[in-house]
Every structure is written in structure tokens, then in C-alpha cells.
């Protein structure tokens, strides 16, 4: 890859580094396409690449003896797999893996290492990501402690929809009780929470936002600080303007 196509890289961090960073960072780069549940990092196995999505979204996920599984992390185009790296350490005690199939920029760990030992401020603001993503994840606990499914769920949708470009995504029941590390049955019940109060249409494995505010709301403060956070840390933008209620007439619109 060259200087001049990384500059235009749609991942949020890439694109903010400095053209020195680009000429340094670019030939380790190869641009990969991400399928559904592919594996990106492995819970206790060193780290061989490093992800930058442009395209799609990543899970960080803790498990449990048992195969029981929650996510404490997720992430799109605006950021990275391999935080643990950039922090000094080889491995993650998590897994990591595609939530929704797109595409990154990928380096491996070696290389990214080197680079990072030439460029303190392509350092720092790799740290400065991964900071935001432990205080994402401290906010996920928080959610999974102190409000119900229905404000989680929320929460979640919010999330996804930060870092999608339409209002529409794909995502089963199921994967999602998963993530939210609930049974199917509640999910189902949470989803008709939220179309009841018109914040969401779901339908066939899609969920539209209807109302991004009204999501707001009703995830109870535990949206918003992570985001803002984000934005203090690397200087990046996250997340989407507060947006009109679609007429309700609308059809549902399916991701392109």
C-alpha cells in the first residue's frame, strides 16, 4: 500500500496520522476482506496481526469455563484490534472476532511494532485508542450492572450505529443474546420493547433506528461518556448528529 491510499483509509484512526506515520506505516499494510465470526485475536495466544477495520465491526469478547460468552468491547472503522500490543504485552486475556463481515487494513505485529518504536505520535495515539476502549468497557460493565435488557439492548444499537454508514444493520436474535450474554427469549422481549415506544422497526434479522434520541434516552447515561471519551483521547470524531423520527410509513431500509 502507498502513502497516498492510506491517507485516504475510511478507518478513523489511520486516517488521522501524520504523512510521515503514512510512509512508515503503508508498505507493512495489505488491505484483507473480514467474513462473518472470523477469528481476529485469541483469548491467551500471541498477537500475529493487527486489524484496522474499514468496513464492518469487530467483537471483544470474555469467556467463561463453560463456553458462556458477553461482549466487553466492540469496535468498527474507528479502531483496531491488538491494543494489548500497543500497550506493551503480547497477548489479550479476550477473543476477538468479526461481528459483521467488511474489511481492514492489516500489519502484523511485528512490523506495527517496529514502526511504533521509530513514531511517538503514532504511539501515542494508538494508546490514547486503546484508553478508550478499556473506558468503553468499563461503561459496558456498568450497563450490564445497573440498567434492564431493554436499556442494554439501547445501548448496543446506538453503538452499531455509530459506526455503520446507513441506519439499518443485520443481526440475528440469537447473536445477539450472545453479545448481550442473555437468553434468546429476552432479547425477543427487549426488541419489542423498543419498537413499542417507536425507537427502533425490527424485522427479519434487521433492526432500523427510527429514533436515535429516543435510544438515547432510554439507555440511562450509560451511552454517551465512552463516545465522549473517544473523541478527547485521539481528537476523532465518533458517532452521528441527533437525526429526525423517519415517517413512520418509511420502509424499512436494508443495509446496501
Not at 72 to 77: A, K, N, S, T
Not at 219 to 241: C, D, V
Request: with cysteine; hydrophobic share 40%; aromatic share 6%.
Amino acid at each position: 500500500m502507498t502513502p497516498e491510499n492510506l491517507s485516504a483509509s475510511k478507518n478513523r484512526l489511520l486516517s488521522a496520522i501524520t504523512p510521515d506515520d503514512r510512509r512508515l506505516l503503508a508498505p507493512s499494510l495489505e488491505r484483507i476482506q473480514l467474513n462473518l465470526r472470523q477469528s481476529l485475536e485469541s483469548a491467551h495466544q500471541p498477537i500475529e496481526f493487527v486489524y484496522f477495520l474499514e468496513a464492518g465491526l469487530g467483537s471483544v469478547v470474555a469467556s467463561k469455563e463453560g463456553g458462556s460468552t458477553v461482549e466487553v468491547g466492540l469496535f468498527g472503522r474507528d479502531g483496531m484490534t491488538g491494543t494489548s500490543l500497543v500497550q506493551g504485552d503480547t497477548e489479550s486475556p479476550f477473543d476477538c472476532f468479526v461481528q459483521m463481515g467488511g474489511s481492514a487494513l492489516r500489519v502484523s505485529a511485528d512490523n506495527l511494532r517496529d514502526v511504533l518504536s521509530k513514531s511517538i505520535p503514532l504511539a501515542a495515539l494508538l494508546m490514547h485508542y486503546a484508553r478508550a476502549l478499556g473506558i468503553q468497557t468499563t461503561y459496558t460493565a456498568l450497563a450490564n450492572g445497573q440498567i434492564k435488557l431493554a436499556e442494554r439492548l439501547a445501548r448496543w444499537i446506538l453503538m452499531v450505529h455509530d459506526r455503520m454508514d446507513g441506519d439499518s444493520f443485520s443481526v440475528t436474535h440469537e447473536f445477539l443474546a450472545m453479545m448481550l450474554g442473555v437468553r434468546r427469549p429476552g432479547v425477543t422481549v427487549a426488541l419489542q420493547i423498543l419498537e413499542s415506544k417507536r425507537f427502533i422497526e425490527s424485522q427479519r434479522g434487521e433492526i432500523l433506528v427510527r429514533d436515535r434520541n429516543g435510544l438515547i434516552d432510554l439507555s440511562q447515561g450509560t451511552y454517551g461518556p465512552a463516545e465522549t471519551e473517544y473523541e478527547r483521547l485521539t481528537g476523532i470524531p465518533l458517532g452521528k448528529s441527533k437525526q429526525p423520527i423517519p415517517d413512520d410509513d418509511a420502509p424499512l431500509r436494508r443495509p446496501a
